[in-house]
Every structure is written in structure tokens, then in C-alpha cells.
């Protein structure tokens, strides 16, 4: 049903948001709840104007019957993902990252005799969360101690993608970032900060999509992953098949760590979680 507002800019009705809800869930596994039609319909009227389409129903048919369909999947997908992110975000489990995990992941490559630490950050956004985990590496000692740091970050969306590699920020990006690294890892430019090229090198940068085991399948024995504040994007069944797929990433003994106000209970026994600092993560057994 074609829907115009009064102000010309089309409308989303509740059918066409129907089907568009059911693109984007077939797709990448977000699930947008009859209370966030006004979300979906604000973030895609951008990419009407940017395709000359007058209507979300124009949208969907272009979607569903256009040649060029499913590369416009991706676009769909930029323009639906949420990208809140800032260096240095919730500190209290950065400090359960440093105080706990990495001291049991290093005795464990002690043990071993492994120097490489391989971390994946699964929706890194524009790239803070990988460059915040890089720095706070460093800062352990972990390079003078003979180690390698790997670390992957990935997200659905190219957009985000591209400012990540760029790897310049604003202040606002900045503002839970101690002074002290940001003297020591980061180069004043106008009015932004650029990070240095010795944690750039430490990250490289792809797109994945969780949901796609295909694309999962490219990242591989990993030590740490770090997937927090996603989980609560997906319904039950998407949550299940996107842990299951960050599963078979891990190393045997690797960890997860998922938000703080994101739990695997009830969602999945792959992971047994484990207290550290008298937090919760999770270690593949």
C-alpha cells in the first residue's frame, strides 16, 4: 500500500515494514520489534532519497525483484546497524579484560610455549573497541615480552568500516580515554586525533556478518572475542546460531566477553561461564 505523508515524505506502513523487517532479519538476524517502526523507517529514508525512490514500497520491489537486489543487501544493512561505540566503553570490563583474562591467557601460553595473542572484536563499529584493546596490550607489556598481537575487527557494515581504518576521532569519541594514552598513542590533527601507526598495525579490519557462517568461518582460533552490547539486537533463535557461530571461532580455553547486561543463560551451553573479578565471562571448554 503505497503511503505518502502530508509534508511529501513517504510513510511506512505497518505491511511494507512488515516485509522490510523480514529482509533485514533474513539477512544479518536483527530483529526490529513492532515498537521500532519508527526506527527503521528513520534510517531508511535516507537511502530512498539516495535511490530516487518515492516510496518504501518502491523499497521492497526493488529488494525483492531488482537485478541489482542483492547488492543493495548491504546497503540495507549500513543503514539499519546501530554504531554507538567510544574508546575505553565500560571501563569496569576493560579492567576484568586486564586484571583477569589476560593474566590466565598468558599462563596458559606459557605453558604452551604460544607468543601470539589472537583477539577479534565482532562488531567493532569505527573501530574504537579494537584500537582501546590494541593500547591496553601494549600498556600490559605484552610486545616486550615476546608476544605477537593479533587483532580483528569486524562489523556488518562497510561505512563504519572505512572510518575504522581511517582511524581518526573527535573528542567526543575520546572522552573516556585517560590522558596518558592519549599523549602516548595518539597524534593531534585539527581538531581530531589520529591513532599512531604502531596500534594501527596491530589491527586489520573486514567486514563479517554474524549471522552468515560463511563469513564467520573466516575468522579462526581466536583467544579472546569480544561481542558486547550485539546480542541484544537479535531474537532468541538469531542469538543462539550467532553464539554457535562465534563458538567455532574460539580456541579450546578461549574467552568471550558479551555485554554487561547481556547473558548466555538460557540461549546457549556452549560457553561455561566463569568468575572473574566478580564478573561473568565465558570460556569455550
Known sequence: MLTLGLNSKPKLSHETFCYLRDIVYAQSGIAFADTKKYLLETRLLRRLEEKNLKTFEDYYY???????????YRHLLNSVVTNETSFFRD?????????????????????TGSKSVRIWSSACSTGEEPYTLAMMLMEEGLVQKGFTIEIIGSDI??????????????????????????????????????????????????????????????VRNMDIVFCRNVLIYFDETSKRKVCSHIYDTISKGGYLLVGFSESLHNITRLFNPISIERSVVYQKS
Open 157 to 218: 557494515s562497510d561505512v563504519v568500516l572505512k572510518a575504522a581504518v581511517a582511524a581518526r576521532y573527535d573528542r567526543y569519541s575520546l572522552r573516556n580515554t585517560p590522558e596518558a594514552y592519549l599523549r602516548k598513542y595518539f597524534t593531534p590533527c585539527a581538531d581530531a586525533f589520529t591513532v599512531s601507526p604502531r596500534v594501527m598495525e596491530t589491527v586489520k579490519f573486514r567486514n563479517v556478518n554474524l549471522f552468515n557462517a560463511g563469513e564467520t568461518r573466516a
Open 62 to 72: 526493488f529488494l525483492t525483484y531488482d537485478q541489482g537486489r542483492e547488492a543493495e
Open 91 to 111: 571501563p569496569v570490563q576493560l579492567e576484568v579484560f586486564r586484571k583477569g583474562v589476560i593474566p590466565r591467557l598468558l599462563e596458559e601460553k606459557y605453558r
